[in-house]
DNA sequence: GCGAAATACGAGCATACGCTCACTTTCCAC
DNA sequence: GTGGAAAGTGAGCGTATGCTCGTATTTCGC
């Protein structure tokens, strides 16, 4: 399946006709990645579908993973700046509520940019070491997010804001990918940005061990191996997609 | 690269030296899997690794991607067995908060079976349409979650329950998954299992628009499109890992 | 207009990978 | 012990795909 060279550095576009050209790759690598999936992007097809020819592809791109990590980056970018900017227009005094209701209207915002590329991209591209930009993009959100926390700290019942700042970060991107796919309506209501700023503000407001509960401590349980048996989540309740293995 | 055999049926192992091939098999799979990445993935290779000819293989697997898919499902049982095992034997009379608890013990242990090959299978895995067993699993956990909540409405401040449910479940699956690589202590010591049943009672238990806050209504950020600016997230934060695209 | 640099082209090479098939070995019922 | 079925083997076929390279075309400063 051909060779893959090393990361060496290509040309750099300078005319505006390589731009054209730069665009028109990415453009049709979005457009293969969302529309018929990783598998049928290949380069001969990226640059077919493209207008160019791989030659030309090769002259900017040192192989095929450096498509989608340019994807990758543009994407991100265009979420950065999505979020960068609504949370720059938010009014100074804002109560902390109204802050995380920003902020989460920020976020579906930059995740309504181009769903099924983001959802795409999330699932396709190879996170393997190196410079990763996702790793680096939520190590970014992780720290200003648990900045903002530290900020709040005396409104806030939280102990451990390194673990309440996970817990946060996970379930509003949780909540908010491919949120388009599951609950559409919600979505566009702002049933979505509602509930999830009631999640996040009810988690973080509540102190103590737990809000309106007194728990007995239980010992979770044991952990099992393979092939212990084959019963159905939460006691059999969905009857289809059961047979046997192969 | 070879062809694509439609999903033909193969035989199914009846002699244990054959049970024992299929087992090494889908062994070396998880293996070169968790370790060297999907990329690694061959038939050939698997079969070296589980010692067996490529032949064998596919006297079981009618191509590669059968080779997973038989894995997820494998996987996909334990967890099943795991989550269902716990809650068998968690008391009738449960307060929600105990329930909710269990219900997160359990889910952790289950995503303590096999961390490695658990987030490898949901990264790679191919779900495309079909018998999708992944969409199968999430809409049974859909569906119970659900009933839980609907059982215990009266005691929860919770109008739709539907978008209820896909932020509690999305939630603490986000929470839990990947845990044991990005916060193991926490996982060990019972915090990250505490912080979550906190964030789900608390969501739960609060009635009306949000518990201590009282919010104005703000416009969401309009949408963005491509290029129009290339801002940090949060306002310029990190300077690493920002230059030049391509 | 000229020449050099930038850009574009695309046939084809090298290779790795999925999978087959003709054959051998092992198991087991009788 | 024997016959037939199940299981196992691995060289190698067919092919898809990543990528190169020699050549043609366009751009642009002078």
């Known amino acids: 399946m051909g060779q893959k060279s090393k990361p060496s550095v290509r040309k750099a576009p300078v005319q505006s006709r390589s731009r054209m050209t730069v665009d ?68 100074e005094g804002q109560s902390f509520p109204d802050l995380v209701r920003s902020m989460i209207d920020a976020i579906i915002a930059a ?14 591209v190879p996170h393997q070491g190196d410079q990763d930009w996702r790793v680096a993009f939520d190590e970014r959100v992780r720290v200003k997010v648990g900045a903002i926390l530290k900020a709040h700290r005396s409104d806030l019942g939280v102990k ?9 970060v996970r379930s509003v991107e949780a909540c908010v990918h491919d949120a388009y796919r599951h609950c559409g309506p919600s979505l566009r209501s702002g049933d ?32 099992r191996r393979r092939g212990a048996g084959t019963g159905a989540v939460f006691g059999r309740l969905a009857t289809t997609h059961r047979g046997r293995s192969r």
């Open 160 to 168: 451990n804001i390194e673990l309440a700042t996970y817990i946060v």
């Open 24 to 91: 028109a790759i990415l453009q049709a690598t979005a457009h293969i990645l969302t529309r018929q999936g990783y598998d049928a992007l290949t380069t001969n097809h990226v640059a077919g579908r493209a207008g160019v020819s791989v030659g030309s592809l090769y002259q900017y791109f040192p192989n095929k993973e450096a498509l989608l990590l340019a994807l990758s980056r543009r994407h991100m970018n265009d979420i950065e700046a999505t979020i960068d900017d609504a949370l720059a227009q938010a009014p």
């Open 111 to 124: 995740h309504l940019i181009d769903p099924p590329l983001h959802s795409a991209l999330s699932e396709r």
């Open 192 to 223: 979505l940005a509602d509930e999830v700023t009631r999640l996040v503000v009810n988690y973080l407001a509540a102190s103590g061990p737990a809000g309106p509960l007194n728990r007995r401590r239980i010992a979770p349980p044991p952990l």
